[in-house]
């Protein structure tokens, strides 16, 4: 395995940055171009300042907007808590889904740089809107009517259809807008290293972490100086700041456009899926070679040269897992090839990198799964870790108090503070040790974030256990401080660097060469994935643990719930998940490729 995913690495790493080159019409002037790219020397940690920027400003954009809008739905639109929480799920799932559109648009027709520039325009635009609503009096209901020195909420003014219809038009906007950012950014940033040279490939590696760590410092300050502007002073000013940076942003990404390297779209990536299902079932009667392991296909298997010549892709070598796809680039009478060689019937025949690159689609899938289940632990702080922290001491000092949505930064401290450790020190350590460029490998360190996962749930129940009994055995006592909360909150943050930095590398480096912004995108579908699977574990509790006599695990008296019980069987499931990773990594194959076609020549790898 070892061995395997060595070379998959290199492949990606040799096909990422020999694209980086332009292609000449002939062989001289195309060595010519190489030599001229040499000395040019495109992309790489140059390109850097203005992809990152325009990453992270878009970022502290989008969720400085978003960060705080629940509150805004129920102070400014005046809807109900359960209205503005089906509003915000709703969108949460169409935006975290939105990027699987946006990768096959990039990956298929328009290219990274054009899908992040256009995508980067419909979020500006997604998030002027959402300002307008706040800034203009008729994009919003008018103010509750005072009553005496109280405010009355209970006569307050539905939003009309015109300004609902305003706001989703705005969230319309912003779905657009991420769903073209976010699959494309880090092939986009990958794309513009040089792995043949050992400064390129450290690039690569370092890239995933810094890319996450400066998504955990957008958080952070989105967390707690935006939100504080939107709560204390002004929604415009607060909604005003983040469209500002999203303009920033833009003008920071076309500034750049010289510097980058623009990596060509290869065509749908669907059609070649299905033909070769489709050419499989066709030829299911037929019977394959006892062992299809190798490069020994010639007259058994369609196995042709890269069509563009000029441009280099990395070959995969058929392989003996999942072999029923073998019979679709299998060669079964003369009139399956034309007289050059070429294929006849694209619906009867595939190649053998076609079949291949069906099979890295396969493969990837259960471990995608695992990751869903594993990611569950994080979606926590935002739900039950902030109800524990409502009923524990969050002051310091005797006037101020820690607001309790506020507590998880911890976690995002956390992560800050790991991920730079872990790739300036920990990394080049162990790298000593093991040979590898990452120290360990991809599916080693998502295994160790799951890890993490399942420790955090137990701990988070440990911690809830001895609140709970401290609050009902001395309930006239001072509650426990709320930074009880902080071993769970730091388990999460290195859960979620382990797997969110494993999973972004794991996609990026294991999907075919072409189809690197879908697996992106998949990234976000396991957010989206562990939300959901968090709210129907939670649903079911709520329904199933409660007695006569004894109220539900998840009641909104803590007190007299047991949310322990909560967290420790989501431990439980976190358990059963580990043991379904393990299983699943053991029989993981890496990306292997063999050759890179560059003209006539093949360089072995």
Known sequence: MAEDEKKGTNSYRLYCSIKCFQTPSSPEQKHGNLAE????????????????????????????????????????????????????????????????????????????????AFASCAAFLGMVTVTLTAWVPYLHPKKCEPEGKQQSYGNCESPTSMQFGVLLLGLGFLSIGTGGIRPCSIPFGVDQFDPTTEEGRKGISSFYNWYYTSFTVVLLITLTAVVYVQDSVSWVLGFGIPTVLMLCSIILFFIGTRIYVHVKPEGSVFSGITQVFVSAYKKRRLKLPDNCDGEQVDGIFYDPPIKDQLTILSKLPLTNQIRFLNKAAMIEKETDLKPDGSCAKQWRLCSVQQVEEVKCLIKIGPIWASSIVSLTSMIQQGTFTVSQAMKMDRHLGEKFQIPASSIIVVSLITIGIWLPFYDRILVPAIRKVTKREGGITILQRIGIGIVFSVLSMVVAGLVERERRAAAISHP??????????????????????????????????????????????????????????????????????????????????????????????????????????????????????????????????
């Open 37 to 116: 790219t040499e000395q040019k020397k495109p992309g790489g940690w140059r390109a850097m300042p203005f992809i990152l920027g325009n990453e992270t400003f878009e970022r502290l954009a989008t969720f400085g907007l978003l960060a705080n809008f629940m509150v805004y739905l129920m102070r400014v639109f005046h809807l109900e808590q359960v209205t503005a929480a089906n509003v915000l799920n709703i969108w949460f799932g169409v935006t975290n889904f939105a990027p699987l559109v946006g990768a096959f648009i990039s990956d298929a027709y328009a290219g990274r740089y054009k899908t992040i």
């Open 476 to 605: 006239e006592a001072a509650a426990m401080s709320v930074f009880w909360l902080a071993p769970q909150l730091v388990v999460m943050g290195l859960c979620e660097a382990f797997v969110g930095t494993g999973q972004i590398e794991f996609y990026n480096e294991q999907f075919p060469d072409h189809m690197r912004s879908l697996g992106n995108s998949l990234f976000f579908c396991s957010f989206a994935g562990a939300s959901y699977l968090s709210t129907m574990v939670g649903s079911i509790v709520h329904k199933v643990t409660g007695t006569r006599h004894h109220p539900d695990w998840l009641t909104n008296d803590l007190n007299s719930g047991n949310l322990d019980y909560f967290y420790f069987l989501l431990a439980g499931m976190g358990v059963v998940n580990w043991f379904y990773f393990l299983l699943c990594a053991h029989r993981y194959r890496y990306k292997v490729s063999t050759v890179l076609t560059m003209g006539d020549k093949q360089i072995p790898l």
